[in-house]
């Protein structure tokens, strides 16, 4: 089945820094979604982009689907973006696959 | 406001005593589906549904059951419990099937 790859596994930023979340994956998709998972484990939608790029406040995405990857940069980062960041991607067969996620940790 | 609502948020239950988890969306969206999230094992689909009476099976189904009989919504059965079914337990909807997912607040089960 297809493979979804993020990275880094783990990162730990001060406060106002700027950091690049990757996710690779291996086949073609129909569509891919980022989610941030907060500390409280609630999930959040942050885009749902089978290619090109978004932006919204601080965070924007990019997908090269011919490429197989996407990636999520956030800018200026607080302490409220801690948590994980999931990328999603959705296969022929309706099954949604995650990637295990890159923890983020935001330091004051 | 358009949302996805899973109830109870939380469980705490013994082995073998019938449970069901309840999820609703109000965006008349034809596609639900649920989701565990295990650590080391990241979030992994369970049931979907594309349709009222139309569901199948995702990548983790064993000791579940869901239902579709309206557009709204989608419970989780768990007929027997067992301690390997502790998680956190996520209900999503999009419009159809290749669409943005919304996903529910999460329903943390803990099975004795």
């Known amino acids: 089945g297809i493979q979804v790859e993020q990275s880094p596994p783990d990162l730990i930023l001060q406060e106002g820094a700027n950091s690049t979340l990757r996710c690779n994956f291996s086949d073609s998709v129909n569509n891919l979604q980022w989610f941030h998972q907060n500390p409280w484990g609630q999930l959040i939608n942050l885009f749902y982009i089978p290619s090109g790029t978004k932006q919204n406040g601080r965070l924007s995405a990019t997908t090269v689907a011919t490429e197989r990857y996407s990636l999520l940069y956030i800018s200026s980062s607080q302490t409220t973006d801690s948590g994980v960041y999931f990328c999603a991607v959705e296969v022929n067969n309706n099954d949604m696959r995650f990637g295990a996620g890159t923890r983020l940790t935001v330091k004051p | 406001e358009a949302q996805v609502t899973q109830n109870p948020r939380y469980l705490i239950t013994v082995t073998g005593k019938k449970l069901t988890v309840t999820c609703s969306q109000n965006m008349n969206h034809e596609y639900m589906s649920w989701y565990r999230q295990d650590p080391g094992l990241g979030l992994r689909q369970i049931y979907y549904?594309?349709?009222?009476?139309?569901?199948d099976k995702g990548d983790v189904p064993e000791g579940y059951k869901v239902s579709r009989k309206e557009k709204r919504n989608f419970p989780l059965i768990l007929e027997s419990p067992s301690p390997n079914q502790t998680s956190l337990y996520f209900c999503a909807s999009s419009l159809y099937e290749a669409d943005e997912q919304y996903f529910g607040p999460g329903t943390r089960l803990t099975v004795t």
């Open positions: 549904s594309m349709n009222v009476e139309v569901t």
